[in-house]
Nanobody
Framework: QVQLVESGGGLVQPGGSLKLSCAASGLTVSEYRMGWYRQAPGAERELVAGLGFGESPTYADSAKGRFTISRDNAKNTVDLQMNTLKPEDTAVYYC???????????WGQGTQVTVSA
């Protein structure tokens, strides 16, 4: 059974940092295209950062220069380091995995990030 479990969300002041982690079980992250998405109230879910195979990570324009996605094959996790957070980064953040072979997609349950003074 595949599970993606996000952690690391919380309340942070503007300008602060958070590190989100996505722990995978039932799949091997090195064989999946991994991504972090977010969904703010009333908005559509959007890609924040993606990590494929052998190419540079992709970032939403709003995340470039502030967020870093990384994959730890030994731990079978994918992290999102978020720096210089802004109130507009407030959202539920989701981890997504897509098989490089079958394109089957899995989602985590999400973790809330709130940026507020």
């Amino acid at each position: 059974q595949v599970q993606l479990v996000e952690s690391g969300g919380g309340l942070v002041q503007p300008g602060g940092s958070l590190k989100l982690s996505c722990a995978a079980s039932g799949l091997t992250v090195s064989e999946y295209r991994m991504g972090w998405y977010r969904q703010a109230p009333g908005a559509e879910r959007e890609l924040v950062a993606g990590l494929g195979f052998g190419e540079s990570p992709t970032y939403a324009d709003s995340a470039k220069g502030r967020f870093t996605i990384s994959r730890d094959n030994a731990k079978n996790t994918v992290d999102l380091q978020m720096n210089t957070l802004k109130p507009e980064d407030t959202a539920v953040y989701y981890c997504r995995a897509q098989s490089r072979y079958t394109y089957r997609t899995y989602w985590g349950q999400g973790t809330q990030v709130t940026v507020s003074a």
